[in-house]
């Protein structure tokens, strides 16, 4: 079964950065969306970013300017690169992958803003 594996997370002060990846084990064929969702304790599952096939990006109002979102559709990869992160941004980050019959979800990577 197709996993897919997250790495990147971790502590950063405020206003710093991290980078997030997000693989598939295994080749996804026809991948129509890409995205990077998050949760906060206590609260629910929130969509942060996502980039279609076409390369069309959407984002949470919340990190508008902050984040940017990409993929490489060859290794099936999507990337989410953040800046100025606050302790608002604390949270368990998941990707997703959909095609047009089935989603797949990472295992999610801890992301801590924290001085």
């Known amino acids: 079964q197709v996993q897919l594996v997250e790495s990147g997370g971790g502590l950063v002060q405020p206003g710093g950065s991290l980078r997030l990846s997000c693989a598939a084990s295994d080749i996804i064929f026809n991948i129509r969306t890409m995205g990077w969702h998050r949760q906060a304790p206590g609260k629910g599952r929130e969509l942060v970013a996502i980039?279609?096939?076409?390369?069309?990006?959407n984002y949470a109002d919340s990190v508008k300017g902050r984040f940017t979102i990409s993929r490489d559709n060859a290794k099936n990869t999507v990337y989410l690169q953040m800046n100025s992160l606050k302790p608002e941004d604390t949270a368990v980050y998941y990707c997703?992958?959909?095609?047009?019959?089935?989603?797949?979800w990472g295992q999610g990577t801890q992301v801590t803003v924290s001085s």
């Open positions: 980039i279609s096939s076409d390369g069309s990006t």
């Open positions: 997703r992958f959909a095609t047009l019959f089935r989603e797949y």
